[in-house]
């Protein structure tokens, strides 16, 4: 199968919060944002995969900042590893300055994509091949990230999980 990069996936979402979107502070309402990191990594996911493609956990999600009423959110989602099916998608959200232009991290989020034919079964994505620095250390804490989940969610022995084990040992 053909070797694709995470570039070759990137999706960059502008948008304004406005009024109905914000919660009692004025501030973006959380559920807002989980939506929009959704559907920037779906499009990204998508686009690496070439197939329809499924959200099956999120696995981590940093409200670090909050986001007032007004600014122009840029959300960068962007695949990070692919297994089997499954892609990890990594999405940086950043806030923009009103005068200046400057743009300034506000949050980040890691959600996993399955890819899935019509009858919503899960088929064979294309390996990815990191570039960058940030690329390659994504990539190589994918696996452990990964473990972490299926752990959770029940799907995986924890005494299986040598990856995660080892950052123990
Ligand atoms: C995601 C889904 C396709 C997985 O189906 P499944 O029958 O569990 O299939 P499998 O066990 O073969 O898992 C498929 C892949 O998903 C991965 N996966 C499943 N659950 C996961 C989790 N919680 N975290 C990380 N990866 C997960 C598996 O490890 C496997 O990856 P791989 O093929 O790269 O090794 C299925 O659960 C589904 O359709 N869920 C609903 C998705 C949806 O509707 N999302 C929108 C939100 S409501």
């Known amino acids: 199968m053909q070797v694709k990069h995470p570039i070759d996936s990137v999706c960059i979402m502008t948008d ?3 009024p109905g979107e914000t919660n009692p502070l004025n501030n973006l309402f959380g559920g ?8 920037a990594a779906s499009i990204a996911a998508r686009r ?4 329809i493609v499924v959200t099956a956990s999120v696995n981590h999600v940093a409200f670090n900042r909050s986001i007032p009423l007004g600014s122009v959110v840029t959300i960068e989602a962007k695949v990070s590893r ?19 232009g400057e743009k300034t991290k506000a949050n980040e989020a890691i959600y996993t994509f399955v890819a899935v034919d019509e009858a919503g079964k899960p ?13 390659k250390s994504r990539y190589d804490a994918a696996l452990r990230r990964k473990q ?7 799907k995986m022995n ?8 080892a950052l123990f040992m």
């Open 16 to 18: 304004i919060v406005l």
């Open 32 to 39: 807002e944002l989980l939506a929009r990191m959704d559907r």
């Open 48 to 51: 690496h995969a070439g197939h």
């Open 82 to 100: 692919t297994f089997t099916s499954s892609m990890e998608t990594f999405i940086d959200v950043w806030i923009e300055d009103r005068e200046s």
């Open 123 to 135: 088929v064979q994505v294309r390996p990815i091949e990191p570039q960058t620095e940030i690329e």
């Open 148 to 154: 972490l989940s299926l752990v959770l969610a029940g």
């Open 158 to 165: 924890p005494h299986d999980a040598t990856e995660l084990k």
